[in-house]
């Protein structure tokens, strides 16, 4: 199962990424923090990305989709994909990629939130400076602010403050909307109210999820 999962910044990708992964086996391929990691681990992609991101550049497509393409080669129990595509002319790209390798994407949610409640996600919004764990101010308890998971110091992204996520909800809008119309065309588009608890947004995936694959 070829999944990807649409959504503005804070609508909950990540999380709801994982517990996919968890719940129906598959990998997830977070765009995000498969680039970090090649820059870390300087291979030749990374390094190819990492010139672009200092001079505060996007990385290319095309450093993006070899990446891609190593990753759905190696994994061929299927994916959520979280991330990517973030226009039409990504999206386009997947598709050939994975035509190559006689592959389809069956199913795209598109996790929907309030304006409002986005900005207040992500206002509170801390992630670990190592694994990238993603954290709410809410709900950390104790003055530690270290990642469970493997105790790094957590922290805010700078482009996490009002004026920014802002922006940043209008430029995802403004791309993704010839993106939304695309898979809905193609009919694998499922719509999923993403305000709620965790759980809640998770439960709505999973109907989804399960009607596809009936
Ligand atoms: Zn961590």
Do not use: W
């Not at 759905?72 to 999206?91: T, V, Y």
């Not at 592959?103 to 801390?126: C, M, Q, S």
């Not at 922006?167 to 898979?183: A, G, N, Q, S």
């Amino acid at each position: 199962m070829h999944t990807v999962l649409l959504g503005p910044p804070g609508a909950g990708k990540g999380t709801q990424a994982e517990r996919l992964k968890v719940r129906l086996g598959l990998v997830h391929i977070a765009m995000g923090n498969l680039l970090r990691e090649v820059v870390k681990k300087k291979t030749s992609l990374g390094e190819k990305a990492r010139a672009f991101m200092e001079e505060g550049k996007l990385v290319p497509d095309s450093v993006i989709l070899e990446l891609l393409k190593n990753e759905i080669e190696f994994e061929k129990k299927g994916f959520i994909l979280d991330g990517f595509p973030r226009n039409l002319s990504q999206a386009r790209k997947l598709d050939e990629l994975l035509d190559k390798e006689a592959e389809k994407l069956d199913l795209v949610i598109n996790l929907e939130v309030k304006e409002a409640v986005l900005i207040e996600r992500l206002k509170g919004r801390l992630i670990c400076s190592e694994c990238g764990r993603v954290y709410h101010k809410s709900n950390i308890d104790g003055p530690s602010k270290t990642c469970k998971d493997c105790g790094a110091p957590l922290l805010q992204r700078n482009d996490d403050n009002s004026d920014i996520i802002k922006k940043r909800i209008e430029v995802y809008l403004e791309h993704t909307h010839p993106l939304i119309d695309y898979y809905r065309k193609k009919g694998i588009l499922r719509n999923v109210q993403g305000e709620g608890t965790s759980e809640e947004v998770f439960q709505r995936i999973m109907e989804k999820a399960v009607s596809y694959k009936l």
